[in-house]
């Protein structure tokens, strides 16, 4: 009931940026959050920025200070700018929701297919 489409992945040398976007779409009433995660081969799905409708922001500490989130309420949508990228932040990106859809109440949580960031040495 709720679409997430990510854009912006691909390949950039170690230094360089990269800006992500995601865009929800379909029977929204609210959108009380959203937030960016990645997964590394072999490794689990972390934690690299959320933000709530409200501007309150929460990053990793491994991307403090190179990463910046940003939410457009008004057109459901996210951004991760990220900054001197390292060959470490190669990963599958994945934008996450916390939405509530119309016709319903309660608060349900929405993953992206996700998008391939690779940061080359």
């Known amino acids: 009931q709720v679409q997430l489409v990510e854009s912006g992945g691909g390949l950039v040398q170690a230094g360089g940026s990269l800006r992500l976007s995601c865009a929800a779409s379909?029977?929204?009433?609210?959108?009380?959050?959203m937030g960016w995660y990645r997964q590394a081969p072999g490794k689990q799905r972390e934690l690299v920025a959320t933000?709530?409708?409200?501007?309150?922001?929460n990053y990793a500490d491994s991307v403090k200070g190179r990463f910046t989130i940003s939410m457009d309420n008004a057109k459901n949508t996210v951004s991760l700018q990220m900054n001197s990228l390292k060959p470490e932040d190669t990963a599958v990106y994945y934008c996450?929701?916390?939405?509530?859809?119309?016709?319903?109440?309660?608060?349900?949580?929405?993953w992206g297919q996700g998008t391939q960031v690779t940061v080359s040495s």
């Open positions: 933000i709530s409708s409200g501007g309150n922001t």
């Open positions: 379909g029977r929204i009433f609210s959108i009380n959050a």
């Open positions: 996450n929701a916390d939405a509530v859809v119309i016709g319903r109440f309660s608060l349900f949580n929405y």
